[in-house]
């Protein structure tokens, strides 16, 4: 069994930054990518950032700038630094990431139950 649990600020002033945290638990051999949607209300869920375990980044483009992904396999976590926040940012964030339960096992996908984000004018 594989959970993976986001953390972070709940609200936070417009221009400031946050940090939201995904830590993985469970039975876990390897963990290939780990990744960040977001869901604004009314809106489609929407990629922010995927980081693999060779360390590469894929954001969408306008992503980039504000948005930093970083993992640490130590602690089976990633990492999502938003600087400057704006109102948009308001959404839910999940959690994503492909995991290797046992050498001989494919990768498979969970998903973290997701944390909210409030940004205020």
């Known amino acids: 069994q594989v959970q993976l649990v986001e953390s972070g600020e709940g609200s936070v002033q417009a221009g400031g930054s946050l940090r939201l945290s995904c830590t993985a638990s469970g039975t876990i051999f390897s963990i290939v990518n780990m990744g960040w949607y977001r869901q604004a209300p009314g809106k489609k869920r929407e990629l922010v950032a995927t980081i693999t375990n060779g360390g590469f980044i894929d954001s969408e483009h306008f992503m980039k700038g504000r948005f930093t992904i970083s993992r640490d396999d130590n602690k089976n976590a990633a990492f999502l630094q938003i600087n400057s926040v704006k109102p948009e940012d308001t959404a839910d964030y999940f959690c994503?990431?492909?995991?290797?339960?046992?050498?001989?096992?494919?990768?498979?996908?969970?998903w973290g139950r997701g944390t909210q984000v409030t940004v205020s004018s």
């Open positions: 994503y990431a492909y995991i290797k339960t046992r050498s001989s096992s494919p990768p498979r996908e969970y």
